[in-house]
C-alpha cells in the first residue's frame, strides 16, 4: 500500500514540521535489508517524501542491536561511524527503548538455523527497540527538503571513505575554500572524514551553500539515479 493510500484511510492531514507528532508508526526491520530501508527513510525525510509529507512523523523500530550502534556511534570509529550516522544523528532524536533478546521471538523452524545464524544476527544478539523522531528544526529558510537532498549525497560521498582527508572533499564542491571553511570551524587541515561530528556537517554544509562556489552539480548527478534505486 503506498503512503499516501494509507494516510487517506486512516484520515491524516499534512500538518507543519515544527507541530507536534501527528502519527507513531511501530516496525520491525528485516535483519538482511535493515540498511536499505534506513535508507529509504532518509531519502524520504530529508526531502519530506512518503509519509513525511504529513509530518514529523515517529518512528518505534525494532533493529539488531549492531545497527542502533551504528546509528549512535561517533568520530573516530572508522567501522561503524558511517553516512546513515551522520544523516540519522543530525535530523533525529535517537533513543532506545528497549532490548530483547532474539530468542524471545519466534521465528518459523525452517528459518531457524539459516535465517539468524548465517547473516550476521546471531542467536544471542539482542533486538533494540528505537524510538527515531525527526527534529523540529531540521528544515528552515536555508535549509529547505531541496537542500536536504543535497545533504544527504554529499554526506554520502564524504563518509564512503572516513580516512579520506576532508578539505579535498570539500575543495571539489567549494573549489578553493576548503581551508577557509576548516579554518571557520577551528578544525585541523589533515582531518578525516570519519573525525567530524554531525553537527559540524551541517555547519559546513550551511557555510557552502552561502557560497556562490558551491559546486551543486558534483552531488546532484547522482541523485535522480539513488532515488530511483531505492524509491518504494
Not at 526491520?29 to 517524501?49: A, G, N, V
Not at 509530518?55 to 546513515?84: C, H, W
Not at 542467536?123 to 527515531?132: G, W, Y
Not at 556537517?201 to 556562490?212: I, N, Q
Request: glycine share 4%; proline share 4%; aromatic share 10%.
Amino acid at each position: 500500500m503506498y503512503s499516501s493510500t494509507l494516510m487517506k484511510t486512516l484520515d491524516m492531514n499534512e500538518v507543519s514540521w515544527a507541530s507536534d507528532v501527528p502519527l507513531k508508526v511501530f516496525l520491525m526491520l528485516d535483519h538482511k535489508k535493515e540498511r536499505i530501508l534506513l535508507w529509504r527513510q532518509i531519502y524520504s525525510l530529508y526531502q519530506r517524501l512518503s509519509v513525511y509529507v504529513y509530518g514529523r512523523i515517529e518512528l518505534n523500530v525494532f533493529m539488531t542491536e549492531q545497527q542502533y550502534e551504528k546509528l549512535i556511534s561517533r568520530p573516530g570509529d572508522f567501522i561503524k561511524y558511517q553516512a546513515l550516522s551522520v544523516l540519522f544523528q543530525v535530523a533525529c532524536d535517537i533513543e532506545l527503548l528497549h532490548k530483547e533478546p532474539v530468542s524471545s521471538f519466534m521465528i518459523p523452524s525452517k528459518f531457524r538455523n539459516s535465517a539468524v545464524t548465517q547473516t550476521g544476527a546471531l542467536p544471542n544478539e539482542d533486538l533494540c527497540l528505537v524510538r527515531i523522531t525527526p527534529r523540529r528544526n531540521l528544515f528552515s529558510e536555508n535549509f529547505t527538503p531541496a537542500d536536504g537532498a543535497i545533504f544527504v549525497h554529499m554526506i554520502k560521498q564524504f563518509l564512503a571513505k572516513r580516512k579520506s582527508k576532508l578539505i579535498e572533499k570539500l575543495d571539489n564542491l567549494a573549489p578553493g575554500n576548503g581551508k577557509k571553511l576548516l579554518q571557520s570551524l577551528a578544525l585541523p587541515m589533515d582531518i578525516a572524514t570519519g573525525c567530524i561530528y554531525p553537527e559540524e556537517y551541517k555547519l559546513l554544509f550551511d557555510l557552502m551553500s552561502r557560497s556562490e562556489e558551491f559546486n551543486r552539480c558534483f552531488v546532484l548527478d547522482e541523485i535522480c539515479e539513488d532515488i530511483a534505486a531505492t524509491s518504494y
